[in-house]
């Protein structure tokens, strides 16, 4: 009987070994799968790559000799020999363009000229829109512009008004309205002399010197430069603005014949803000 029982003993032996060795497996497998189970996530995630930022809204540009009235062009310089304007050398009409006119009348030498640019940013992270913001904050610390919003990014178009940031409620004054063609000040009248001078600050009236503007694209500014020389005193308006990943600029110049006349910063920034008006239309459509 006890020789029996040794045998049955021996005989389990090595299958008890087996079931135990089978179920330390079992339980070292089961450890494994739910390790990777807990950093599949993980790696899965690690392995991902964010979302490239939108493209701009515009994809090509208007032609710039046409995109200003001929009415209009009549009224900001006249005495021009024609009225198609001269294109700008460009090598790619969809990414920059641009065109300029000039006439003279009997009381002064006048300059126009429209320029687009379509940005494009080569960082995925980085929007069209935001690059364009970025270049748009850089012309206008370059012009002095004061109270300037943060670099942040814009955002998509619309997002990052000029009025949002508190620098300008968008609200145009009387200085900020885009001339109308029965207009006083849309009329060709330099300021008359002044014994003192032009203003100390070479910005002109009150209300006209260099900065941001509402209600005219994304962003916008004004830049206004007086200048006197040997040969006379002359006015140049620079405004430009952003529509999406698009920057317009619109340069306007008036030089007076007679040297004693300082030509008026309000008239001439509401001549550039009616272009302005026009070209917005544009982008819009």
Not at 107 to 126: G, W
Not at 236 to 249: G, I, M, P
Request: some cysteine.
């Amino acid at each position: 009987m006890l020789q029996t029982r040794g045998v049955r003993r021996a005989v389990a032996a090595p299958f008890l070994a087996a079931a135990v060795l089978a179920a330390s497996l079992t339980a070292c497998t089961s450890g494994a799968e739910d390790d990777a189970g807990t950093d599949d996530p993980a790696g899965a995630g690690a392995g991902r790559s964010a979302a490239p930022a939108p493209p701009g809204r515009h994809s090509t540009l208007p032609e710039p000799c046409g995109s200003v009235a001929p009415s209009l062009l009549k009224r900001l310089v006249p005495g021009a020999e024609d009225y198609d304007g001269e294109a700008r050398l460009t090598y790619d009409t969809d990414r920059r363009a641009g065109c300029k006119w000039s006439g003279r009348n009997s009381a002064a030498d006048h300059y126009l000229s429209v320029d687009f640019e379509r940005v494009v940013s080569y960082d995925t992270a980085v929007s069209d829109d935001d690059q364009a913001q970025q270049e748009f904050l850089a012309l206008a610390t370059g012009a002095g512009i004061p109270d300037l919003p943060s670099a942040a990014p814009a955002g998509r178009s619309g997002e990052a008004k000029a009025g949002d940031d508190g620098t300008d409620d968008g609200t145009p004054d009387a200085e900020d309205s885009p001339a109308d063609e029965d207009s006083p000040a849309d009329e060709d009248s330099p300021a008359a002399p002044s014994a003192s001078g032009p203003a100390a600050d070479g910005t002109g009236a009150p209300g006209t010197s260099s900065r941001l503007l509402g209600g005219i694209g994304d962003a916008a500014f004004v830049h206004d430069r007086l200048t006197a020389r040997g040969t006379g005193t002359h006015r140049d308006v620079t405004l430009v603005f952003r529509t999406s990943n698009v920057l317009v600029t619109v340069e306007y110049s008036q030089w007076p014949l007679d040297r004693s006349v300082v030509p008026a910063g309000g008239a001439l920034q509401l001549r550039a803000r009616s272009v302005a008006a026009e070209l917005v239309e544009q982008f819009d459509d």
